[in-house]
């Protein structure tokens, strides 16, 4: 009879491992599906190094920072980002519930040439 207890304590453990399993791979999806939608973006946000963008680097699903190569003024690029932001927006179909992202620019060698952005659903 007490051979069989571990069988007993084993079960749990099988059941919980299974469901934390099925967790992380669920959520993985979620993240890629995320990057999809932010590289899509990114794609169809025109040829970057006629906006002076070297690099578009994706930091999280709610950061993104762009590396400028510079001869554009403060306020180009300001608006970049709000256009990104624009077009981001229709890919993402960001929401009030949906934390908002975060989009940087800098400059490689210059870091005085740099800004943010906040990129929410009410642009």
């Known amino acids: 009879m007490l051979?069989?207890?571990w069988i007993i304590g084993a079960v749990p453990l099988i059941i919980i491992m299974a469901y934390s399993t099925f967790?992380?791979?669920?959520?993985?999806?979620d993240?890629?599906?995320?990057?999809?939608q932010i590289h899509s973006a990114i794609a169809d946000f025109g040829n970057l190094t006629d906006r002076g963008i070297g690099q578009v680097e994706i930091l999280s699903d709610t950061e993104i920072r762009f590396l400028i190569t510079?001869?554009?003024?403060?306020?180009?690029?300001?608006t970049g980002l709000i256009e990104f932001c624009e077009l981001l927006v229709t890919y993402k179909?960001?929401?009030a519930s949906v934390q908002p992202?975060?989009?940087t620019y800098q400059h490689r060698q210059?870091?005085?040439i740099s800004g943010?952005?906040?990129c929410t659903n009410d642009i």
Not at 23 to 29: A, G, I, R, V
Not at 31 to 36: C, K, P, V, Y
Not at 70 to 78: M, N, S
């Open 23 to 29: 967790f992380l791979f669920s959520h993985k999806e």
């Open 3 to 5: 051979k069989n207890w």
């Open 116 to 118: 943010d952005y906040t």
């Open 93 to 95: 179909h960001l929401q």
């Open 70 to 78: 510079g001869g554009q003024a403060k306020d180009e690029l300001d």
């Open 31 to 36: 993240e890629i599906n995320e990057r999809q």
């Open 101 to 103: 992202i975060k989009l």
């Open 110 to 112: 210059i870091p005085a």
